[in-house]
């Protein structure tokens, strides 16, 4: 939901537990909407493109969790799968985006981050970046081989965005391959 206070829009998610025995499964465990927070606040820390947080609220009753609430400031622009559209992949939109792509990706690499669901629309496209959004499965992980095991997911689901498209496909193939290749 998008809320306007002070001339500033903003978006609410909110975060509900199925039932009683899903919050007594996930007692223990941070809400999606924490999580979305401590991404966004690392995103930043590391300068990766992600809307401001602006609040996270959990409902409680006792220790267990009811309702959780995450606002960020919106973010205007198009996602990178209506950004693109139909272009082809020589334009200046892809171009940028590639460049974009490969500064995240970059970054995600040095850092250890995952994103967990690399879809398109979870990109806003603008003309200086990638905004990363929808942070619930995002997560640091020390490890190096499980960061290459969950990193290797991220770079298949970001593929598979552009499957029909043959022509992008191969150049997105060169672009992950490239990242796979350097040291982190």
């Known amino acids: 939901m ?10 609410v998610k909110r975060y509900n537990l199925r039932n009683f025995w899903y919050g007594i499964r996930r007692l223990f465990r941070p809400t999606r909407a924490w999580r979305c927070w401590a991404s ?7 300068g ?8 996270m609220l959990e409902r409680r ?3 267990l969790r009811r309702q959780a609430y995450y606002v960020t400031e919106l973010v205007k622009g198009p996602d990178v799968l209506q950004f693109l559209g139909d272009e ?4 200046a939109p892809w171009q940028q985006t590639l460049v974009q792509f490969s500064t995240l990706l970059q970054a995600m690499k040095r850092y250890r981050f995952v994103h967990g669901d690399m ?19 995002m997560r640091e ?4 081989w499980a960061f290459n095991r969950y990193f290797k997911r991220d770079l298949e689901r970001w593929l598979a965005n552009w499957r ?8 997105l193939r060169n672009t992950v391959a490239e990242i796979e290749a350097t040291e982190s």
């Open 2 to 11: 998008r809320i306007t206070l002070d001339g500033t829009t903003y978006v």
């Open 40 to 46: 966004a606040h690392m995103l930043q820390t590391f």
């Open 48 to 55: 990766v493109a992600t809307p401001a947080p602006v609040l």
């Open 61 to 63: 009753w006792g220790p």
């Open 88 to 91: 082809p992949i020589n334009s």
């Open 119 to 137: 879809k398109a629309t979870n990109f806003i496209a603008l003309p200086d970046a990638l905004v990363v959004l929808d942070l619930d499965a």
């Open 141 to 144: 992980l020390s490890y190096k």
């Open 164 to 171: 029909d498209r043959p022509d992008v496909l191969s150049v």
